[in-house]
């Protein structure tokens, strides 16, 4: 069993940045890929990036490719999403999730690859 919390939404201006973290217990961290989708009511979750385990290979969606950078701290059992240059488009609850059986390049965009959920947290972005 892998908990998830995340932290670091708010209300920022287009352009604006924020840092969100997702600390995971209940597992050895090292031995998880983790991911980050967002989710606006009435629409569906959607993908928003992925890093192995290992942290060797990431993904991205192309809305947020050049702006977003994931990254993981193994020593502190956190993994970041870096938001820079923030729009109104990416308003959403952003939610991370763990995956312990292994992630590729292709599988890391898929949300039925993630076994465990974060709670989420609002990001809100005014123009």
């Known amino acids: 069993q892998v908990q998830l919390e995340e932290s670091g939404g708010g209300l920022v201006q287009s352009g604006d940045s924020l840092r969100l973290s997702c600390v995971a217990s209940?597992?050895?961290?090292?031995?998880?890929?983790l991911g980050w989708f967002r989710q606006v009511p009435g629409k569906e979750r959607e993908f928003v990036s992925a890093i192995t385990r290992s942290g060797c290979l990431s993904n991205y969606a192309a809305s947020v490719k050049g702006r977003f950078t994931i990254s993981r701290d193994n020593a502190k059992n956190t993994v970041y999403l870096q938001m820079n240059n923030l729009k109104p488009e990416d308003t959403a609850v952003y939610h991370c999730?763990?995956?312990?059986?292994?992630?590729?390049?292709?599988?890391?965009?898929?949300?039925?690859?993630?076994?465990?959920w974060g709670q989420g947290t609002q990001v809100t972005v005014s123009s």
């Open positions: 209940g597992h050895t961290f090292s031995d998880i890929g």
């Open positions: 999730a763990a995956n312990h059986r292994g992630l590729t390049y292709y599988t890391m965009v898929r949300e039925d690859e993630y076994d465990y």
